[in-house]
């Protein structure tokens, strides 16, 4: 079956700073990965996701998440965090080729501190 | 831009009561979802559903209940509410059939409270 842990249910960084969200996941047949956010009082937002090609995934509002099968990680970073950054991600998995459900991962809540 | 809506953003129901959790979506997408969202375990699936009338439990379907009778309405039924269905709900929707790496698009939830 597959599963996705995001370590760390909080993280804090510094405006400007480097933001490093880890995601790790299970699965016995290729994935497909996505990480959503979710801002304050809003629904999920699609950040980026990988289905195949190229590891280096870029997405919304300079986010970006490498695909590295040995390690089976997708983890989402983001050179300098803003304060508009802060928000609620989610990392997600479905099995290529599977019946359509998204798997989430518990969720990383981001502070932006100034 | 696609659009999904979801019927109210708060909602206050005592025990016992049936619920109605509705959802709309504005851009003819086969797919649709309902999550329910609590905190340190992110969205698990209660159903979803890939056609008009066709329904598929998810991972959490004890005490709901779905229907689907048009394309872009899908609703959520909560048939006697009790204090742990207390929650955060999401609808979602996704086009096609197979391309389960589409996007999902997500209503902006209905915070359901059960007293």
């Known amino acids: 079956a597959q599963s996705v842990t995001q370590l760390g249910s909080h993280v804090s960084v510094s405006e400007g700073a480097l933001v490093l969200l880890r995601c790790n996941y299970s699965s016995s047949v290729p994935p497909y990965l996505f990480w959503y956010v979710q801002y304050p009082n809003q629904g999920l937002q699609l950040l980026l996701k990988y289905t195949t090609g190229a590891t280096l995934v870029k997405g919304i509002n300079g986010f970006e998440a490498e695909f590295k099968k040995s390690e089976t990680s997708f983890h989402l970073t983001k050179p300098s965090a803003h304060m508009s950054d802060a928000a609620e991600y989610f990392c997600a998995v479905v099995l290529s080729g599977s019946a359509r459900q998204l798997t989430f991962g518990s969720g990383t809540q981001l502070t932006v501190l100034p | 831009d696609v659009k999904v809506t979801q019927s109210s953003r708060y909602l206050v129901k005592r025990t016992g009561e049936k619920v109605f959790l509705e959802c709309v979506q504005d851009?003819?997408?086969?797919?649709m979802f309902w999550y329910r969202q609590d905190p340190g375990l992110g969205l698990r699936l209660i159903y979803f559903s890939y056609d008009v009338k066709m329904k598929e439990k998810g991972d959490i379907p004890e005490g709901y209940s779905v229907s689907r009778e048009k394309k872009e309405r899908f609703s959520l039924i909560l048939e006697s509410a009790s204090t742990n269905q207390t929650s955060m709900y999401l609808c979602a929707s996704r086009p096609g059939l197979a391309e389960s790496y589409n996007e999902q698009f997500f209503g902006p939830g209905t915070r359901l409270t059960v007293l």
């Open positions: 851009m003819d997408h086969e797919n």
